[in-house]
């Protein structure tokens, strides 16, 4: 109870926005007259000391370390449901810490737990910035909490990231786009999705690339090859067994991430589906998964540990004040279809209803 009480007060306490919104200056112009920079001219300065006076800023952790030289920690807040995405991930973040001489803190999200709580236990932890990755990037309550208590943050692979808030992405539409191609042009026209948690953006823009695919080859988009999946192994059994159980199945299966092409792969054996001659099936990251099962995933190599090493890097331009513009960073990195030996072309096989 005594931790809703602080987080409560924190909430109250002014906030490093609220600082620049008093003096009419940017939030970066504020951490710069914090930081002790030169470039701030000398009015600007005085108004933001006024305006800290005024509302008895007391600065945040990140502006502490920027004024005093104290060890940068920021914090990698994480609730995935996939290890292989997970771990590619953390060496990714682990390396890039080390390269910035910042401290890495890593910190598991628990579904019971309150934003408040989890915004004033980074408080305690003296985080000065966070690390998002899916499916906490795409939690607006907590960014606007993390904002409200002046910890700067990055949000990693969101499908829909905000002008004001820094983010490190592929173009999964795009990504979506070019396997479903890659799949049409192999020659399959019944062509499975299982789809990501419909809590992370990025599901419903590869779920769009998928679409628009099929509708510029004029393929139509069929209910039934349709099935929800969670990013979870045992969603994907679920998903695969559900379009496999049809009575004219799909020849091919693309699957919204690794985990749950893996699950279809296990479904196809289990039923007797060779694959890929009865059955491709695909895959999206890219992760350790997709070359540790038989055959090897053919999958959207999302640059996952890439990824994780831009987010460090951009938190910590933000934190040090070594952007040149207020303006957000938004950095979209290049993905590659990679091809194995989980796709090929469709057998011929006699349509329903013919002789």
């Known amino acids: 109870m005594s931790d809703v009480r602080s987080s409560r007060r924190q909430r109250n306490a002014p906030t490093i926005n609220d600082v620049a919104r008093h003096a009419g200056v940017s ?26 006076a005024a509302l008895n800023y007391a ?3 990140a502006a502490r370390t920027l ?14 449901p996939s290890s292989s995405y997970l771990s590619e991930f953390l ?3 682990l390396d890039q810490a080390t390269r910035s001489s910042v401290d890495l803190v890593v910190e598991k999200w628990d579904d019971d737990t309150s934003v408040e709580a989890v915004v004033a236990h980074l408080q305690r932890g003296r985080i000065d910035g966070v ?19 002046g910890i700067p943050a990055v949000a990693v692979a969101t499908g829909r990231a905000p002008s004001d808030l820094a983010a490190v992405s592929i173009d999964d539409r795009h990504a979506a786009y070019e396997m479903t191609r890659h799949l049409i042009a192999l020659g399959h ?10 809590n992370q953006s990025a599901s419903a823009k590869r779920f769009e690339g998928y679409v628009a695919a099929l509708g510029e080859a004029g393929l139509p988009v069929q209910d039934e090859l349709i099935a929800q999946g969670f990013f979870t192994y045992r969603s994907g059994l679920d998903a695969a067994e559900q379009i ?5 199945p799909p020849t091919a299966i693309f699957a919204s991430n690794d985990d749950m092409a893996a699950a279809t792969v296990a479904i196809a054996h289990r039923t007797g589906l060779d694959v890929p001659g009865d059955l491709t099936v695909c895959g999206f990251d890219d992760t350790s998964l997709a070359t ?17 090493r831009a987010a460090v890097e951009v938190l910590v331009r933000q934190l040090k004040g070594r952007r040149s513009s207020d303006a957000a960073e938004h950095l979209v990195l290049d993905y590659e279809l990679i091809r194995r030996q989980s796709d090929a072309a469709p057998r011929m096989r006699p349509r329903l209803g013919g002789r």
């Open 59 to 61: 600065p945040s952790a």
């Open 27 to 52: 939030p970066m112009t504020v951490s710069r007259v914090i930081n002790g920079e030169q470039v701030v001219r000398a009015a600007t300065r005085e108004k933001v000391e006024a305006a800290i």
């Open 189 to 198: 026209d019944r062509i499975g999705f299982i789809k990501g948690n419909p």
């Open 292 to 308: 540790t099962i038989w055959p090897e995933l053919t999958t959207i190599r999302q640059p996952i540990s890439a990824m994780a």
């Open 131 to 149: 690390i998002l990755p899916p499916p906490l990037c795409d939690l607006p309550e907590l960014v606007e909490a993390l904002d409200r208590a």
């Open 244 to 248: 496999l159980s049809l009575i004219d």
């Open 67 to 80: 004024a005093g030289g104290e060890e940068t920690r920021i914090g990698l807040l994480y609730s995935n």
């Open 91 to 93: 060496v990714g973040s």
